[in-house]
């Protein structure tokens, strides 16, 4: 009896086990069953509007195709050709210009701008309203509007030439149109970076910057050395954002300058989409195109490194 009864609560035993074994493996697969059907329709749209795309163009960019009749796969040569474009090498120099020059400004002036406003007032806001608004109107509308105010018959040349002076090349002189394209993208992204940065100074704790004031800095010494770097991560981001956007630079300079005069304004965005894709050449732009996605994530991800190892040395 005794052997009978140890047998029988040995076997309940076993049944609980197995029952609550079972039961686990149900509520997994019922939580990752849930969990999938969730992330299913954005990888999904991920694999549709990125990935497939970018494969698509990996591969066009491999092929000698005009747009219209069969592509021909030709391996490297629209990447060797890259390197030995006359045109491709001067839009590289402008680009570089424009994203260099462009993001300092705009990180140097959001970020002084921003701590010019960053108390709470109607009148900051006013001001901070008023920075942000280029940012929301079309970069081609504003390229034409400033092509109507700097052009050769434009308000602030047609003003000038009432006291007997002649036109300022604002858009006709090389050096001068590249200063032009460069402070027109300039004004029309300030704003983005002047609403980052207020965003952040908010975040920044009151109790630091009152200590500092208690300790004797001043206002340059308590934004240098305790406000600016806490909010380094933000100032990273936008750094990132404004170098890639400035390389991919083109609307601005259809409206503003066409790429003249004598292509010292040619991005080289705007050669991609103005000079091969319109001369048939849907390969090598494909492959220009390629080649700018990869300067892009290279940026991204050399400017992030160094922000990274910055805040490691300050660590240790």
């Known amino acids: ?24 493996r149900w509520a997994r697969f019922r939580a990752g069953a849930v969990t999938t059907g969730l992330l299913a329709p954005s990888v999904v749209l991920y694999t549709v509007m990125t990935i497939v795309p970018v494969g698509v ?45 462009g993001t300092v400004l705009m990180i140097g002036g959001g970020l002084a701008y921003a701590l010019l406003l960053k108390q709470s007032s109607r009148t900051n806001s006013f001001f901070r309203a008023l920075a942000y608004y280029p940012h929301v109107i079309s970069a081609l509308i504003l390229g ?24 300022i090349g604002f858009l006709f002189e090389e050096k001068l149109a590249l200063i032009s394209l460069i402070g027109v993208i300039v004004w029309a992204g300030f704003g983005f970076n002047v609403v980052l940065f207020v965003a952040a100074l908010q975040t920044v704790p009151a109790e630091l910057v009152e ?4 300790d004797g800095a001043s206002r340059w ?31 601005l ?16 965005a705007y050669v991609i ?37 910055q805040d490691t040395d300050v660590a240790s």
Not at 70 to 93: C, K, M, V
């Open 144 to 167: 034409y509007l400033w092509s109507a105010i700097l052009g050769t018959n434009g308000a602030i040349n047609n003003t000038v030439a009432k006291f007997g002076m002649g036109p």
């Open 273 to 309: 989409l103005a000079r091969s894709f319109e001369g048939t050449k849907v390969g090598y732009a494909t492959a220009q195109a390629v080649f700018l996605m990869v300067v892009s994530a290279v940026l991204a991800l050399v400017v992030t490194a160094l922000r990274n190892r």
């Open 211 to 214: 200590a500092a004031a208690i």
């Open 1 to 24: 009896m005794e052997l009978a009864e140890v047998t029988r609560s040995q076997a309940r035993s076993t049944g609980s086990r197995l029952g609550r074994s079972h039961s686990r």
């Open 57 to 101: 163009a990996i591969y066009l960019s491999l092929t000698d195709w005009n747009g219209f009749s069969e592509a021909a796969f030709i391996g490297w040569d629209n990447y060797r050709h890259l390197f030995d474009d006359p045109n491709t090498q001067s839009a590289w120099y402008v680009t570089a210009i424009v994203a260099v020059s």
């Open 221 to 251: 010494q308590t934004n240098r050395r305790v406000v600016i770097p806490m909010i380094a991560p933000v100032v990273t981001v936008a750094t990132v954002l404004n170098l890639i956007g400035l390389i991919r630079t083109y609307d």
């Open 253 to 268: 300079v259809v409206s503003l300058t066409g790429g003249g005069p004598a292509g010292a304004t040619q991005t080289y």
